[in-house]
């Protein structure tokens, strides 16, 4: 009895002597926020393992654990009011699953397992939770920075939100690295700061403070956020490069030419003076005449512009840079000088408008002179007249009249062209175009365009003997006049006439007319017994020929005969025939005394007969 109580002692005062329990969990385990994680509980039980229950706690700021979920033989549950209540289950295996893990889960977690008589133990995991921070932006300083600050200015601000556990911010100047300080010195520092948000979250700051040189006008600044993950792992995000406005004084001054090196009158002239100071200063230019240095206009762009330029503007030039801020010893004030390549007026003699008769000569002479040697030409239009100074018309006509340019051109200098015009005029009587002037018309009252040309000068006036509205068309020395009139049977017999005058004198041009109506032309028979036939102009010229050379025919034998070189004419029987040829109203009469050879050329007609055996 006494060995019965002694065991049973045992078995209540020292935990598993009637069996153990033995629970896993990892020390540590990493989770990032609003992702799920999985804490696994593991447990081996010797001895008894009816009525197994698993329970997992929370452990708060103050050490006190509380239940959050706990799960035995017949079901699973899970703690109301814990904050977790809708976050977490427990597993088969008797895992702890949170759905989405939130920054207050950084805490330790205990899973306990109870087996009845084998007894309790408890596995303690510390969760260590991660959250990325935002990309990291850059705060510049705006205002223009001095190199002349005895201290360090402050170049911007890097600054980087939300991120868990607080990230840190190293800085970069044209991609190097800079050395991280925080005491203040009179090189270069930084001042970091940490804030925790309402959230839990760290947004921190960093701002930069360094001495600065004129070589950091250029210079390019950026930050870099470092910050830690899941499993030790280091990450980084980069932010935007920018760049300060520095303000440095000047040390060197440049003024040059911007336009073309060979320079001719006319041009715009662009002149530069710069320096390298930043901001930019005024500038100030001169010209130098006559040993004096006259001030010719102040600019905020170091920008000179003469435009349109002429000899006179050839010499020597400066420019002042007015930076108060530059140290004693630093020249200011540059110097260059121009040379402008011109062609003075082209002279004329003698000098225009000139005015000459029709019919005589004209010289005029054209010179000039300039930088470069000038080659002089006479051209009218596009036509070249001369490839010297003298242009020389002679006997000249009214096509003479007109514009002549002289140009005269620097072949050295591209573009260095000048051009005198001179006007020629060309007086004398009216001269008229002759042309066809032999007009026929088909019918009566047919309308027809009468064009009268007359040159002269001055301008001819031209009229006409009808009364008829002319339409005028005047060039140079030239007159044209049209006139649209209806032919009649006056008109045919008197003609058309235009006149033009001026105060040297006139001249006349006739139009003939004549009404050929398209009939019928006969032809050409002997006797009585004609017949009509059909036949349009070119017969009627057919028949006209024909006539002609048969007249020139007869004449020919005629004057033979007379003179007596005609031997085979002289018979004793002698006949007179008359023969007549009809056509536009002509008649032939020649006496036959040929020989029949001479009769039949002469004597044939439409029926292919001899006339002298008619009957």
Request: aromatic share 6%.
């Amino acid at each position: 009895m006494n060995c019965l109580r002694a065991a049973l002692f045992l078995a209540i005062t020292i935990p598993g002597a009637l069996g153990s329990v033995e629970v896993s969990v990892p020390n540590q385990l990493d989770a990032e926020v609003g992702r799920p994680v999985r804490i696994p509980c593991t447990h081996t039980i010797t001895g008894s393992n009816s009525n197994v229950m698993v329970e997992w706690f929370i452990v708060n700021k103050n050490g006190e654990r509380q239940r959050i979920a706990y799960k035995d033989v017949t079901s699973s549950v899970t703690d109301p009011d814990t904050g977790y209540s809708d976050r977490v289950t427990i597993d088969n295996d008797d895992t702890l699953s949170i759905s989405s893990v939130k920054l207050m889960d950084e805490r330790a977690f205990l899973c306990q397992v109870i087996a009845g008589a084998a007894g309790s133990q408890e596995g303690k995991t510390e969760l260590k939770v991660y959250d990325a921070p935002e990309q990291p932006e850059v705060l510049p300083n705006r205002a223009t920075l001095s190199v002349t600050e005895q201290h360090p200015s402050e170049v911007g601000t890097c600054r980087s939100r939300n991120g868990y556990p607080a990230p840190s911010i190293v800085w970069y100047k044209d991609g190097a690295k800079l050395q991280t300080t925080t005491n203040h010195n009179e090189d270069m520092y930084m001042i970091p700061r940490v804030v925790k948000e309402a959230s839990g979250l760290y947004t921190v700051t960093n701002k930069l403070y360094t001495k600065l040189s004129k070589a950091d006008k250029d210079s390019e600044y950026h930050c870099l956020v470092r910050y830690q993950m899941l499993n030790g792992k280091q990450s980084t995000l980069v932010s935007e490069k920018f760049q300060i406005s520095l303000h440095y004084h000047t040390e060197v001054v440049t003024f040059n030419l911007e336009s073309n090196a060979t320079i001719k009158e006319g041009d715009d002239v662009r002149l530069r003076c710069s320096a390298d100071g930043f901001p930019q200063p005024e500038y100030i230019f001169y010209k130098h005449e006559n040993g004096e240095e006259n001030e010719l206009q102040t600019s905020s762009n170091g920008m000179l512009v003469l435009k349109n330029i002429t000899k006179e503007q050839s010499g020597r030039y400066s420019c002042e840079a007015l930076d108060f801020d530059s140290p004693t010893g630093v020249e200011l004030k540059k110097e260059l000088s121009i040379f402008v390549n011109y062609l003075d007026p082209l002279v004329l003699t003698p000098e225009g408008p000139i005015t000459v008769h029709l019919g005589e000569d004209v010289e005029v002479d054209c010179v000039t002179q300039g930088s470069a040697a000038p080659k002089i030409m006479w051209r009218k239009g596009k036509e070249q007249l001369s490839h010297s100074g003298t242009l020389n018309l002679k006997r000249v006509t009214y096509r003479s009249s007109g514009t002549y340019v002289c140009e005269a051109s620097a072949p050295s200098i591209r573009g260095l062209v000048k051009t005198q015009q001179l006007k020629v005029f060309v007086e004398g009587k009216p001269s008229i175009e002759d042309d066809v002037s032999e007009v026929s018309v088909r019918k009566e009252g047919e309308k027809i365009v009468l064009t009268c040309v007359a040159s002269g000068h001055p301008s001819p006036k031209i009229t006409w003997n009808v009364q008829k509205q002319a339409l005028l068309t005047t060039s140079e020395n030239t007159v044209i006049s049209k006139v649209s009139i209806a032919v009649t049977s006056k008109m045919v017999q008197s003609g058309v006439t235009c006149n033009a005058t001026n105060k040297y004198g006139w001249a006349l041009r006739s139009f003939q007319l004549a009404i050929v109506p398209p009939t019928t032309v006969p032809p050409v028979t002997s006797g009585e017994n004609r017949e009509p036939q059909g036949g349009g102009g070119g017969a009627i010229i057919a028949v006209v020929v024909c006539v002609l050379l048969l007249l020139l025919v007869v004449g020919i034998l005629y004057c033979l005969h007379k003179k007596g070189k005609l031997p085979c004419g002289k018979s004793e029987k002698k006949d007179t025939v008359h023969t007549e040829v009809k056509n536009d109203d002509i008649v032939v009469e020649m006496k036959t005394g040929q020989s029949p050879e001479t009769s039949g050329l002469l004597g044939l007609n439409g029926d292919k007969r001899p006339v002298g055996n008619r009957r």
